[in-house]
């Protein structure tokens, strides 16, 4: 199984700021996805990442607020840009199975941000 | 209309004892996937079962099975001989095959949860 880590693990922010987290995947994969976890709730997608083109967005996700860079098959990051209290989350990098199932989707361990 | 559904916001068991936690589904497509997923106090996403909607054998990984009634869209977990280490949130989460409304193929929607509290 694909061995995901994500950096940092917390962080603690003031608004206005921004902050980028990375997760990097121990395997080469097509395809990496964000996901945001507000407090108390569930995932939700933010945005998929493929190497080599642009992100593609959910709907209420903008890039001027969560840019994402894809340099290569194994890396990721995500920005929270001008951040605000209800950026305040746990924001999941997953990918699809690297060896190319798809039966499997893994998550990183999350960032905790919270946002003051 | 929610495409996953889990009704029960909190369920208890007794360790050792078996306890099922309910998924049920809404989609057009034939082709999908349903994925269980065990987020500890810790905050991780913990990968436990999939179960591919042509797969025609329920799904098993251990002490996890799924309870795949097509039919009904309904897909839950059923978690035998309950451990202390169980206790956490539960989600369920199914991946379709289309890619309507320009969302991405590969995409996991999530139920709201399920938090299970296993009892000495």
């Given at each position: 199984s694909a061995v995901i880590s994500q950096k940092p693990s917390r962080d603690i922010c003031q608004r206005g700021t921004s902050l980028t987290i990375q997760c990097q995947v121990d395997s080469q994969v097509?395809?990496?996805?964000?996901?945001?976890?507000?407090?108390?709730?569930s995932l939700?997608?933010?945005?998929?990442?493929?190497q080599g083109s642009e992100a593609t967005?959910?709907?209420?996700?903008?890039?001027?607020?969560?840019p994402i860079s894809r340099p290569n098959l194994t890396f990721s990051t995500l920005t929270v840009s001008n951040m605000s209290p209800e950026d305040s989350s746990i924001y999941l990098c997953s990918v699809e199975d690297g060896s190319g199932s798809r039966e499997t989707q893994y998550f990183g361990p999350g960032t905790r941000l919270l946002v003051l | 209309a929610q495409k996953i559904t889990q009704t029960q916001p909190g369920m208890f068991v007794q360790e050792k004892e078996a306890v099922t936690l309910d998924c049920t589904y809404d989609t057009s497509d034939q082709s999908y996937g349903l994925f269980w997923y065990k987020q500890p106090s810790s905050?991780?996403?913990?990968f436990l079962i999939y179960q591919g909607s042509y797969d025609e054998q329920n799904a098993t990984e251990?002490?996890?099975?799924?309870?795949?009634?097509?039919?009904?869209k309904s897909a839950n977990l059923v978690i035998s001989a309950s451990q202390l280490g169980d206790s956490a949130m539960y989600f369920c989460a199914m991946r379709e095959s289309s890619n309507a409304g320009g969302t991405s193929y590969g995409k996991l929607t999530f139920g709201q949860g399920t938090i299970l509290t296993v009892h000495p």
């Open positions: 097509t395809m990496m996805f964000w996901y945001r976890q507000q407090p108390g709730q939700t997608l933010i945005a998929t990442a493929n967005y959910e709907s209420g996700f903008v890039i001027d607020k969560f | 905050g991780e996403m913990i251990g002490r996890y099975s799924l309870n795949f009634q097509k039919a009904r």
